[in-house]
């Protein structure tokens, strides 16, 4: 009988079972026991075969090495937050048997979190020199929340608003007013509602006043300095089918801001934003909340492909078959070759041990693998085309 639960949700036992498989895989492991077959095997979770020149960062390796986690296989993998344009991204070796279920669940633990990943590390590179936030967690099932939050932080976005994510992550997450708020007290009394804010709040909130609710958002804007003292900034969300020309909105705003002497007061955008209008609005605007753009981002297509079997080189049409080995280059390729042949002259080999014998031997420090993409975007380029 199906269990009762108040929310559509697999949860984390079901999933540690190997419950939160395809059923295939389990037709599989009935067939190899009744055969009584349990070949040793390389497993790769490969994307391209060859380069495409379109690199995606490395996320949510932590979930699947938890995973993993007790069953006797040996895992090698590229760190979190390593660019990557084809070839494997983990390698798993042991007796088939003992991760034949989790096949599904590896795939999804690293799938989804690649793409958010990879759309934050865009958003960041289309405004490096502002703030930007995750405001996207609300375009997803909540049980993904922390998953959004932590991925998006990975590809370098500067802040997260979902509370319990904050809480699973240890991060904090922020956030100032809704409309909601805003409307809460009414058409023309906007000033009533940003100071209830401004004296409900702690102080380490930053004060910032939603102006955009029922009136013109200079009108608003100006409203919203005079009423309350210290404002650290204003935010604009406005809805795209009345903004018109919303460079100019943001550009007539700071200038009736700077000539009434608010120079100091920052302007925030939020609302559908992407990295074509970060582009186009970061030199008149301080910073932006980014939300379905990132948290609704195509998950990567991983695959899991046997390529050697009791030490003999095999794959499906199509799949490259043999134990692979990755390497950045010192000229920022992307390079796969075959494990046991030598690499590329002063090329650094990616492939770092995850499990031994059913042990995570490795740490995930979420700020290690947000420098990682960081610093491993510069190298290859990546947004420098768009």
Request: charged residues 30%; aromatic residues 6%.
């Amino acid at each position: 009988m199906t269990e009762e639960t108040p929310f559509d949700i697999v949860g984390p036992d079901a999933i540690s079972a190997g419950r939160a498989t395809d059923a295939y895989f389990d037709r599989t492991m009935e067939a190899l026991e009744h055969a009584g077959k349990n070949p040793n095997v390389v497993a790769e979770v490969s994307a391209d075969q060859f380069p495409t020149g379109e690199f995606a960062v490395l996320a949510g390796l932590k979930d699947a090495a938890h995973l993993l986690e007790g069953h006797p296989v040996d895992v090698d993998a590229l760190p979190e937050g390593q660019l990557f344009d084809h070839g494997p991204v983990m390698r798993i070796e042991g007796r088939y048997r003992e991760f034949a279920r989790l096949e599904t669940a590896v795939l999804g633990f690293l799938s989804h979190p690649t793409g958010i990943a990879t759309n934050a590390l865009r958003a960041r590179r289309a405004a490096p020199d502002s703030t930007v936030l995750s405001f996207g967690s609300r375009h997803v099932h909540p049980s993904l929340g922390a998953v959004v939050e932590r991925s998006a932080l990975i590809g370098g976005l500067d802040g997260i608003s979902n509370v319990a994510a904050g809480e699973v992550i240890g991060r904090e997450a922020g956030g100032t007013m809704p409309h909601a708020l805003v409307i809460c007290f009414g058409r023309g009394n906007q000033e009533d509602a940003w100071q209830a804010f401004d004296e409900a709040v702690g102080p380490d909130v930053p004060r910032v006043a939603l102006c955009d609710t029922y009136s013109d958002e200079v009108e608003e804007a100006i409203r919203a300095v005079e009423a309350v003292p210290d404002l650290d900034s204003i935010r604009l969300d406005t809805t795209s089918s009345r903004r018109g020309d919303f460079r100019r909105i943001v550009q007539e705003v700071r200038w009736e801001l700077d000539a009434r002497g608010y120079d100091d007061v920052g302007i925030f955008l939020s609302g559908g934003l992407d990295p074509t209008t970060l582009r186009e609005l970061r030199d008149v605007a301080d910073g932006f909340g980014v939300g379905g753009y990132v948290s609704n981002a195509d998950p990567k297509d991983f695959a899991v492909d046997i390529v050697e079997i009791d030490g003999e080189p095999v794959a499906k049409r199509g799949k490259l078959s043999g134990k692979k080995a990755v390497y950045r280059t010192a000229a920022g390729g992307h390079e796969v070759g075959l494990a046991d042949r030598p690499g590329p002259t002063d090329a650094e080999s990616l492939f770092e041990p995850l499990l031994r014998d059913g042990e995570i031997v490795r740490e995930f420090d979420l700020d290690d693998a947000t420098r990682r993409a960081r610093e491993d975007a510069d190298a290859v380029g990546f947004g420098e085309d768009d």
